[in-house]
């Protein structure tokens, strides 16, 4: 029954990691191919090409801890390994929140002097918030090193090492100003990530309201693509937020490993950058047309 668990895991496992790399890849590749044509790349395809990349960089990773979980390769981990971890999975998760307020910002219609103010400006700002982001999370990253590197062997050093002890007396000389800290910077990119999707959903459900109530006789398309828009960032919310309720369940060290419980909620971890990518390439019609467009190409020239 174990093995036959393990299996099935590893299957789904690898299966979301292909499809990530390959969603995330269409999307760099798309995004870049149409900047050099250009010879300019736009703040949207900036920010999506950047958010791309950091997701194939956690897919890879999460596959390899997955195939470290499952007692399939040995792994080798340092302070160093965990800080570069760290640094990805928290440039993710900024980029994907800078994606929200972006969306927010250009979608959404609330009427207010400083929403306005970024309406106008967040195409400028676009480009220091990522170059903002990568210097700050690896600033962040290199300066908790101590305090997750020590986190991280008193609660996962049982998976990777199950002769290793790490004594308690470590987690007490971790400074309780510095563990607020890193909840902080933890929390803070789900905070601004909430504010910006609920205030977009609730604006873009009043405009679809009002047309559908104002519309007579047939529902005019412009509803159909209001109400793709509408599901297309409540998924976004779902996969976000369950993201990362599903990551503190693994990191909280409740289940066993190999515990089905565990072995789900670390697949539905990796099931977001993956599957909100897809998300992306088919609710923008532009990225969507110059995928196709892309693996119509590929089939083309083997």
């Avoid at 093995?3 to 870049?32: D, K, P, W």
């Avoid at 563990?179 to 609730?202: A, D, G, K, M, R």
């Avoid at 909280?252 to 190999?258: D, E």
């Avoid at 977001?272 to 089939?299: D, R």
Wanted: hydrophobic share 55%; proline share 4%; net charge positive.
């Amino acid at each position: 029954m174990l093995e036959s668990l393990v299996i099935t895991h590893l299957i789904f496992a690898t299966i979301e990691c292909l499809m990530g790399v390959l969603a995330n890849g269409i999307i760099v590749v798309v995004t870049s191919t149409g900047s050099i044509k250009q010879r300019k790349m736009l703040p949207f395809d900036l920010l999506l090409c950047f958010l791309a990349t950091s997701r194939i960089c956690l897919q890879v990773v999460m596959f390899y801890f997955n195939l470290a979980l499952l007692s399939l390769i040995e792994i080798s981990l340092s302070a160093g390994c965990f800080i570069i971890f760290m640094f990805i999975y928290k440039s993710e998760l900024w980029l994907a929140t800078w994606l929200s307020v972006f969306y927010c910002t250009k979608v959404s219609t609330i009427a207010h002097p400083l929403f306005f103010w970024l309406k106008l400006r967040i195409s400028k700002l676009v480009p220091w918030l990522i170059w903002g982001t990568l210097l700050c999370t690896s600033l962040t990253s290199v300066f908790h090193r101590k305090c997750a590197w020590i986190l991280f062997q008193k609660t996962w050093s049982s998976f990777f090492f199950p002769n290793a002890t790490t004594q308690v007396r470590e987690i007490k000389e971790i400074p309780v100003l510095q563990l607020v800290v890193l909840v902080i910077e933890l929390l803070l990119p789900l905070v601004i990530f909430l504010i910006s999707v609920l205030l977009l959903i609730f604006s873009l459900g009043r405009h679809t309201r009002q047309m559908i109530s104002t519309a007579t006789g047939t529902r005019p398309p412009s509803v159909s693509v209001h109400i793709s828009a509408l599901l297309s960032f409540l998924s976004f919310l779902v996969l976000y937020v369950s993201q990362y309720m599903m990551a503190t369940l693994v990191l909280s060290h409740i289940f066993k490993i190999r515990n089905f419980i565990f072995l789900f909620c670390l697949l539905l971890v990796g099931l977001y950058p993956s599957v909100h990518s897809i998300v992306l390439i088919l609710g923008n019609p532009k990225l969507k047309q110059n995928a196709k467009k892309f693996l119509l190409h590929s089939k083309c020239c083997p």
